[in-house]
């Protein structure tokens, strides 16, 4: 399909059907196979919300110098991690890409060039969780990277560019974790895998506060909230995607959350839907 023929076909899409976008808590890996509550959670969002046109994911696993955009037919399934059952590598998610789609999402950014990768694929903050929500792989599922030299607000910023593709059918995930700190994993309470660390539920009732009241700037600057903050976000890669989602929020927009429980103490699966409910 050629650009033009894929814009004719968004541009069928009403701005009334404006897709909601997601922030997912992707967590371990091992989700993207056990049949738990989260995945069950994906399950059925995948089957709540209208189908889209294509899925562009914001996964906290691929950062580069400079944004680019996965633009080849057929992206591989990338296991990147270690250390987990056979059975998790031997999964492959053999959605299509849409070179088209990543052209005009390319063209869509004004405020910086966006490479057209060929090399990367799907990462497990990608195909974990979409593998749930749409078992069939027939909807084209591309990532957009996270240029890691570039702060919070960077991002905040960029992810407005992105509107348009809501209009279009075009389903906008971010993947990380609110609360993630794997050097601070609660081993010895492995036998409650729902506990948190109190500075991990603070942080985490903070951030939905802040979110639910559309009050995005302490967001934005998260190192200034306390000591708590930098527990809960000793480096950005897993927070970072989270600023895509609030950038795309609407004035009138309202957010909705679930998968809200702490894990192995120090991370969060605290999950967001902003749009129609």
């Known amino acids: 399909m050629r650009l033009q023929e894929f814009k004719n076909i968004t541009d069928t899409f009403s701005s009334t059907a404006q897709?909601?976008?997601?922030?997912?808590?992707?967590?371990?890996?091992?989700?993207?196979?056990?049949?738990?509550?989260?995945?069950?959670?994906?399950?059925?969002?995948?089957?709540?919300?209208?189908?889209?046109?294509?899925?562009?994911?914001i996964s906290a696993h691929w950062l580069t110098q400079g944004t680019k955009i996965t633009a080849m037919p057929n992206?591989?399934?990338i296991h990147d991690f270690g250390g987990f059952p056979q059975a998790l590598f031997d999964v492959q998610y053999p959605s299509p890409g849409s070179p088209e789609l990543a052209k005009e999402t390319s063209q869509l950014i004004k405020s910086t060039h966006v490479g057209l990768d060929h090399e990367w694929g799907l990462d497990h903050g990608t195909w974990t969780v979409v593998r749930h929500m749409y078992p069939k792989?027939?909807?084209?599922?591309?990532?957009?990277?996270?240029?890691?030299?570039?702060?919070?607000?960077?991002?905040?910023?960029?992810?407005k560019e992105l509107a348009e593709l809501r209009k279009k059918g075009v389903l906008i995930i971010?993947?990380?974790?609110?609360?993630?700190?794997?050097?601070?994993?609660?081993?010895?309470?492995?036998?409650?895998?729902?506990?948190?660390?109190?500075?991990?539920?603070?942080?985490?009732?903070?951030?939905?506060?802040?979110?639910?009241?559309?009050?995005?700037?302490?967001?934005?600057?998260?190192?200034?909230?306390?000591?708590?903050?930098?527990?809960?976000?000793?480096t950005p890669d897993h927070y970072y995607p989270l600023m895509y989602i609030l950038g795309l929020q609407g004035q009138k927009e309202q957010a909705h959350f679930f998968n809200d429980?702490?894990?192995m103490g120090s991370l969060t699966m605290t999950s967001v839907k902003i749009g129609k409910v």
Do not use: C
């Open 174 to 234: 971010g993947s990380g974790n609110m609360v993630h700190n794997l050097r601070m994993i609660a081993w010895d309470k492995m036998q409650q895998p729902e506990y948190g660390y109190d500075w991990a539920i603070e942080m985490n009732n903070k951030f939905k506060q802040l979110i639910t009241d559309g009050n995005h700037q302490p967001l934005i600057h998260y190192e200034q909230m306390g000591t708590a903050a930098k527990y809960a976000i000793p």
């Open 261 to 263: 429980k702490a894990v």
């Open 75 to 77: 992206p591989k399934t």
């Open 137 to 159: 792989a027939n909807i084209p599922v591309l990532q957009l990277s996270i240029d890691y030299s570039k702060p919070a607000e960077y991002h905040y910023q960029l992810a």
């Open 19 to 57: 897709m909601p976008v997601l922030f997912i808590g992707h967590g371990s890996p091992m989700n993207g196979i056990e049949d738990n509550p989260f995945s069950q959670s994906w399950r059925k969002m995948g089957e709540e919300i209208e189908t889209p046109t294509a899925v562009l994911v």
